[in-house]
């Protein structure tokens, strides 16, 4: 005796359908996409930054690299450059760049050189109490030199009366201290002398403590330096 097998039974459809194929699916959600937002790299400004600036910055990567794997002709160019700036610089100037070997008293007005030798030493010697020194300078001095600013009773002394002026302003016969000296100012006459004015810092000490004060000289040289006149501009205390 056999037995057929049992037809499957088909699930019953949604009602008014016979076929189950024509069963209804569930209607999708449209999900709407929202545009990206652009991150600030992507700017107009930031574009333009970086096609001005990259280049440079590849640059000075590529540079560095160099450096690193040429370091000997890193260096020799390092010194060329260097060398060519300070030979430019004097080339101008006439002087060495930060002030190397320049000294205050090579006058320079308008791109010329005058010496002021003769003013330094007159000074120097003022300073250690050089009556040698004073006297020989002071023979080329066409006038006296004028201290109608200093205080002392003569307004004008003669240029080789050294002992007058050591006895008032040399660090040996008085208690003044020179400090410091520093050419302030050179200029040209129509003449061709040469005008300079050099401040001279001093101190002295007193019974309430430092007592510190000014001169200010006014020297009139010849183009080649010889010393025409001296004069004591001021003598005073700074301001305080």
Known sequence: MSVSPTPTQQKPGPKGSADPNDQVKPEEKKVKSTPARRSASQTRAARFAKAIFRPIFKGIYYF???????????????????????????????????????????????????????????????????????????????????????????????????????????????????????????????????DSFVEVDTASAGPGGNVTGIMIWHFITTPQGRLLAVSLVSFRSPLS
């Open 64 to 194: 560095m690299r160099g450096i690193r794997s040429h370091k000997l002709v890193a260096f020799l160019l390092l010194l060329l450059l260097i060398g060519s700036s300070v030979a430019a610089y004097y080339t101008v100037t006439q002087t060495w760049p930060f002030g190397v070997g320049n000294d205050q008293f090579n006058f320079r007005v308008n791109g010329k050189n005058f010496s002021g030798e003769h003013v330094k030493n007159w000074l120097y010697a003022l300073r250690d109490g050089d009556a040698s020194t004073l006297s020989l300078i002071g023979q080329e001095t066409a006038q006296g030199v004028d201290l109608a600013s200093s205080g002392t009773s003569a307004a004008v002394i003669n240029p080789t009366d050294t002992a007058s002026l050591i006895n008032s302003f040399s660090q040996a016969k008085t208690h003044l201290a020179w400090k410091t000296i520093t050419v302030l100012t050179v200029s040209t006459a129509p003449d061709t002398t040469v």
